[in-house]
Nanobody
Framework: QVQLVESGGGLVQTGGSLRLSCAAS????????MGWFRQAPGKEREFVSA????????AYADSVKGRFTISKDNAKNTVYLQMNSLKPEDTAVYYC??????????????????WGQGTQVTVSS
């Protein structure tokens, strides 16, 4: 079992930055590929970024490529999402997710087994 707790959301102006954190507990964090997803009101949950168990492989949605950076600190059991040049369309609840043991990077939410409670990110124009 894995427990995930997100933090770092908030209100920011267009062009600003935020860093989301996801602290994990439970099963060995280093064996988990991790992902970030987001869901805006009235829209489906969408993939944002993912990172492999070791942190050596990353993936990004086209909409955030070049602006967001995912990283993973296995010593701290934490995954981060650095978000720069934020736009109003980035406004959503952001969720951290973990795959099952030894699974590879994935970009669809159905492939993730554990989810955090979400953190709100609001970008004002």
């Amino acid at each position: 079992q894995v427990q995930l707790v997100e933090s770092g959301g908030g209100l920011v102006q267009t062009g600003g930055s935020l860093r989301l954190s996801c602290a994990a507990s439970g099963r060995t964090f280093s064996s988990s590929a991790m992902g970030w997803f987001r869901q805006a009101p009235g829209k489906e949950r969408e993939f944002v970024s993912a990172i492999s168990r070791s942190g050596g492989t990353t993936a990004y949605a086209d909409s955030v490529k070049g602006r967001f950076t995912i990283s993973k600190d296995n010593a701290k059991n934490t995954v981060y999402l650095q978000m720069n040049s934020l736009k109003p369309e980035d406004t959503a609840v952001y969720y951290c997710a973990a795959r099952g043991p030894w699974a590879s990077v994935a970009t669809t939410w159905r492939e993730y087994d554990y989810w955090g409670q979400g953190t709100q990110v609001t970008v004002s124009s």
